[in-house]
């Protein structure tokens, strides 16, 4: 069976680099069935959740996250942080009974404009996620700087060294993966 993949980013444009990015990443993993999380909730609001309990996309989000066989994070730098959509997905997450991601293999990965490539977002997404305790796969940090000009017509990386960079960054999560099961 092959593995399955789910792909969250933290910019909800149809353009997104980071988007792009990780159908490239899902690409460079090998044979697997990758889907792409709807990101694009209410903002969290303790009123809404009282009165409705949670909306139908954060649970839809909660099974996709229980099933998949590993996650693939991609945020864009938003003024040094994490975005908003990302970190509004995550505080929805929290609120649920289940806890999808406890163990779950997940590659950390940004796209940005700035020369860091987004890293200062990666950190700051590495501490929002140590409650929810995914495996986070290891090796280097893979930040996509200068982002909208790293991509061929296709959506593939045009950098060599990009590619192989997030090709051993998919090694390290199939194994986890493998470790896992
Ligand atoms: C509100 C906002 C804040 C931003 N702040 C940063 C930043 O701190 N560092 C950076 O490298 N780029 C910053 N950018 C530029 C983004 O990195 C750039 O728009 C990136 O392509 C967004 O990712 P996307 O292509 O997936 O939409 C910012 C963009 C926006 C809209």
């Known amino acids: 069976m092959p593995h399955k993949l789910l792909g969250l980013s933290g910019a909800l444009r149809s353009g997104s680099t980071n988007r792009l990015l990780l159908r490239e990443a899902a690409r460079l993993y090998g044979a697997a069935d990758y889907v792409e999380a709807d990101l694009n909730l209410p903002l969290y609001d303790g009123d809404l959740e009282s009165e409705s309990g949670l909306p139908g996309g954060v649970n839809t989000l909660v099974a996709q ?13 938003y003024n040094a942080g994490v975005t908003g959509v990302l970190k509004n ?12 991601m406890v163990g779950k293999p997940t590659a950390l990965m940004s796209a940005a404009a700035g020369r860091a ?21 290891l090796g280097s940090e893979f930040g996509l700087a200068n982002s909208s000009n790293e991509f ?9 060294h990009y590619t192989a960079s997030l090709t051993a960054l998919m090694e390290a999560l199939k194994d986890d993966v493998g470790r896992s099961q």
Do not use: Y
């Not at 229980?66 to 945020?75: G, K, V, Y």
């Not at 997905?89 to 999808?100: C, F, G, Q, V």
């Open 65 to 77: 996250i229980a099933e998949a066989d590993a996650l693939l994070i991609s945020t864009p730098e």
């Open 152 to 160: 061929d017509a296709d959506g593939r990386l045009t950098s060599e």
């Open 89 to 100: 997905a995550l505080d929805w997450i929290s609120r649920h009974s289940e806890k999808p």
């Open 117 to 137: 490539g987004g890293v200062r977002a990666q950190t700051m997404l590495r501490s929002c996620l140590v409650a929810f305790r995914p495996r986070i796969a």
